[in-house]
């Protein structure tokens, strides 16, 4: 069994930055693809980026160069490093894990989610 548990949420201005974490707890963490989520009120959730184990990356648009997501396979811990933060950031912020190494932005076919952490940014 994987537990992800998100911190770093906050309200900050437009401008800012944020940087959240995601501790997984298991034994399935090294060999996976993880990710960062969001969604936003009445918003369907939507990928943020993702990093698989050998540390490629993928982002949506809205994000490339503003976000960069990490791992630490050793720590079993994501990150998420946002700068330059807009008020159409603003949502829930949540970390997923797949069982395979296969990556991908879209919210299905995750299999591990944690509660979520909240961004605010006016």
């Known amino acids: 069994h994987v537990q992800l548990v998100e911190s770093g949420g906050g309200s900050v201005q437009t401008g800012g930055s944020l940087n959240l974490s995601c501790a997984a707890s298991?034994?399935?963490?090294?060999?996976?693809?993880m990710g960062w989520f969001r969604q936003a009120p009445g918003k369907d959730r939507e990928g943020v980026a993702a990093?698989?184990?050998?540390?490629?990356?993928s982002y949506t648009d809205s994000v490339k160069g503003r976000f960069t997501i990490s791992r630490d396979s050793a720590a079993k811990t994501l990150t998420l490093a946002m700068n330059n933060l807009k008020p159409e950031d603003t949502g829930t912020y949540y970390c997923?894990?797949?069982?395979?190494?296969?990556?991908?932005?879209?919210?299905?076919?995750?299999?591990?989610w944690g509660a979520g952490t909240q961004v605010t940014v006016s």
């Open positions: 990093i698989d184990s050998d540390g490629s990356t």
């Open positions: 298991g034994d399935t963490y090294s060999g996976n693809c």
């Open positions: 997923a894990l797949r069982s395979t190494n296969l990556c991908s932005l879209h919210p299905t076919g995750w299999d591990y």
